[in-house]
């Protein structure tokens, strides 16, 4: 409390007072200035002040999805890029008219593997055929579909599907070094092998007389071809 006493120069004495409340200028701590996620995920900041109100500033390539008045804001953002993005998170704390020093919380969003799966063929014949499958672009991979793998896990598979109707679909899970994720598929199409019977002709055979087939009749023969397909013969003499 201020008491100030005027005195006029006829020896008047007037007196008044006014009371100065003094407000702490908040301080902000941080219990770390820097977070690490994935492209698409999202962390926890936390700070800390000696009371207040919590104002974030947002970048632009970046977005605060809960807690923004808050110590402990939920972030979030996505990055494009092939390289590390670091957007940055300005904080303030107010009490009253009073506001602390701003500080500052970089947020390091690493981009997702680019997973590629090469094969050695997209279809494949019935009769034991396979396909290798290379998967790149991560550190360690996971497969699904590995009941007709040769294993569940590793960037170098042999697919043998069996299925003839549907094609076979193959899921890789990518994991790189920073623990980032991301997945890619490829369908591998199983074809029915053709088997060919002969009917006719003497149980799948004929003597003919000299001078071939030229002046001979012969006993038809029929070639089937299952599944649909076409047939090629060999004369051998």
Request: contains cysteine.
């Amino acid at each position: 409390t201020i008491s100030v006493v005027g005195t006029s120069t006829a020896n008047c004495v007037s007196s008044s007072t006014y009371t100065l409340t003094v407000s702490p200028t908040p301080t902000i701590s941080l219990s770390s200035s820097t977070y690490t996620i994935c492209s698409g995920g999202n962390t926890t900041f936390s700070v800390n002040a000696n009371g207040g109100t919590y104002s974030w500033a947002q970048p632009s390539d970046a977005s605060i999805t809960s807690g923004s008045a808050t110590a402990t804001p939920n972030v979030t953002s996505t990055n494009t890029t092939a390289v590390a993005t670091t957007p940055v998170f300005t904080v303030t704390a107010s009490i009253g008219s009073c506001t602390s020093v701003a500080q500052t919380v970089t947020l390091t969003v690493n981009p997702l593997p680019v997973i590629n799966i090469a094969p050695t063929s997209t279809a494949i014949c019935s009769d034991g055929g396979s396909s290798t499958l290379t998967a790149s672009g991560a550190n360690t991979y996971t497969w699904t579909s590995a009941a007709t793998l040769s294993a569940p896990t590793g960037s170098v598979v042999i697919a043998v599907p069996t299925d003839t109707n549907t094609p076979t679909t193959y899921t890789v899970t990518g994991t790189d070094a920073n623990a980032c994720v991301n997945t890619n598929t490829i369908s591998i199409t199983v074809n029915q092998t053709p088997t060919v019977s002969v009917s006719g002709g003497g149980s799948n055979s004929q003597v003919v007389c000299g001078g071939g087939l030229v002046n001979t009749t012969v006993n038809g023969i029929t070639f089937k071809v299952t599944a649909a397909g076409s047939v090629s013969s060999t004369n051998d003499n």
